[in-house]
C-alpha cells in the first residue's frame, strides 16, 4: 500500500483529484473526505493535508509521495526530490513593485522591504542577485502589503497578473515557474516503488494522449503515398479500403502541435471527411 499525500481543497486538488480518476484510481474527493480515504481499486491511500505540510509529510514518512506546487517544494526545502512533473497549477513567482515605482533593475530594491509567503525562495534570489533587501514575512494576502504601507514591493505567485494589477502592482522580476510535481523520498522499499512505477506509467499514457489526437480521412488510392508522407504516425498510418472502389480510409495519430499546419496539406492531396477525435490513453 502506498499512501500520497495531496492538497485538501483549494488550487491543486481538482487538477489532482481529476488525474487520479483518469488513472482508473476511484477516491472519495478532499473536499467531501476526512483526513484520509483508501482507493477502491489501487493499492493506494490518500491524505488530505494543506498543502504547505505535504513536503515536510513526505520527508517524514507519513506519506510516501505527494502531489504539491514546486514553488511550496522549494520553498519547504525538505529531503525529498521531485519524482515526476505534472504540468498543471502552473504559475510564476516574482517580484512585483506599485505602478509608480521606478524600477530599472533589481539594485532598485537594494535597502528595501519586500513582503511574501515565501521568504527561503526569496532569500536565495535576493543572495544570488547580491540585493540587500529587508524581507517581511506574512502569511496571506501579500498583494496589499505595499498598499497598507507594509512593504516597498511583493514576492508572490502569479498566475494572470490580474491579481496585482488590481492591487494597482507591476511585475518587475519573474524568478520561477512552477508547475504541480510528485514528491518523494530518494529511498522507497521495492514494494511501493513498483506501486510508484505502475501510477507513472498511467500518467504518462495520459499526458501523451493528451499531446496527440486521432485522425482519419477517406482519400483515392493515388493520393495515399503523399499522405503517408504528410502523417507520421506512431509507427505508419492504417490504410483500410472503403466499399468505394479506389478509396481508402487512412488513419494515424497527429501531434495537436502539428495539426493544423497538416490539414492544409492533407486537403490539398485530395483528402476528404476528415476527423480528429481525441486520445484517452496513449502506451508506448
Ligand atoms: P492551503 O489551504 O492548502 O494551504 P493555499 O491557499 O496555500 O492552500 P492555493 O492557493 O490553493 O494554496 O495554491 C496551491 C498551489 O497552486 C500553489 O502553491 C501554486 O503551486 C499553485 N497555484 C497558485 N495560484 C495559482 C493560480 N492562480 N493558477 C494555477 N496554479 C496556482
Ligand atoms: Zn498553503
Redesign the pocket.
Known amino acids: 500500500m502506498l499512501t500520497l499525500a495531496v ?7 481538482e487538477k489532482t483529484m481529476k488525474l487520479l480518476e483518469d488513472c482508473g484510481i476511484s477516491v472519495q474527493n478532499g473536499a467531501t473526505a476526512k483526513l484520509q480515504a483508501r482507493a477502491e481499486n489501487f493499492p493506494l491511500q490518500v491524505l488530505y ?4 505540510d505535504i513536503p515536510e509529510c513526505v520527508a517524514d514518512g507519513i506519506a510516501d509521495i505527494g502531489i ?5 517544494f522549494l520553498e519547504k526545502a525538505r529531503k525529498v526530490s521531485i519524482i515526476k512533473r505534472l504540468g498543471f ?3 510564476r513567482m516574482s517580484i512585483a513593485v506599485p505602478k509608480e515605482f521606478d524600477y530599472k533593475s533589481v539594485r532598485d530594491l537594494d535597502g528595501k522591504s519586500i513582503a511574501t509567503s515565501y521568504p527561503n525562495i526569496l532569500k536565495a534570489f535576493l543572495q544570488r542577485e547580491n540585493v540587500k533587501a529587508e524581507i517581511h514575512e506574512i502569511s ?1 494576502s501579500v498583494e496589499i502589503a505595499p498598499g497598507i504601507g507594509l512593504a516597498d514591493a511583493v514576492f508572490d ?1 502569479v ?2 497578473g490580474s491579481t496585482l494589477i488590481s492591487n494597482g502592482l507591476k511585475e518587475v522580476e519573474i524568478t520561477l515557474q ?3 510535481i510528485i514528491i518523494g523520498k530518494d529511498t522507497i522499499n521495492a514494494e511501493k516503488q513498483e506501486i510508484i512505477d505502475e501510477l507513472i506509467f498511467r500518467i504518462k499514457a495520459i499526458n501523451r494522449a493528451k499531446k496527440n489526437k486521432y485522425i482519419m480521412m477517406n482519400a483515392p488510392n493515388e493520393a495515399i503515398p503523399e499522405i503517408v508522407k504528410i502523417l507520421p504516425g506512431i509507427k505508419a498510418p492504417t490504410i483500410v479500403p472503403l466499399s468505394i472502389e479506389g478509396w481508402s480510409s487512412v488513419q494515424s495519430v497527429i501531434e495537436e502541435s502539428e495539426f493544423w499546419e497538416r490539414i492544409q496539406k492533407l486537403k490539398m492531396t485530395g483528402a476528404e471527411g476528415i476527423i480528429v477525435v481525441p486520445l484517452e490513453k496513449m502506451i508506448d
Open positions: 492538497q485538501k481543497s483549494g488550487r491543486l486538488s493535508l494543506r498543502d504547505d504539491v506546487g514546486e514553488n511550496v497549477s502552473r504559475c496571506g505567485i498566475s494572470t512552477s508547475e504541480a
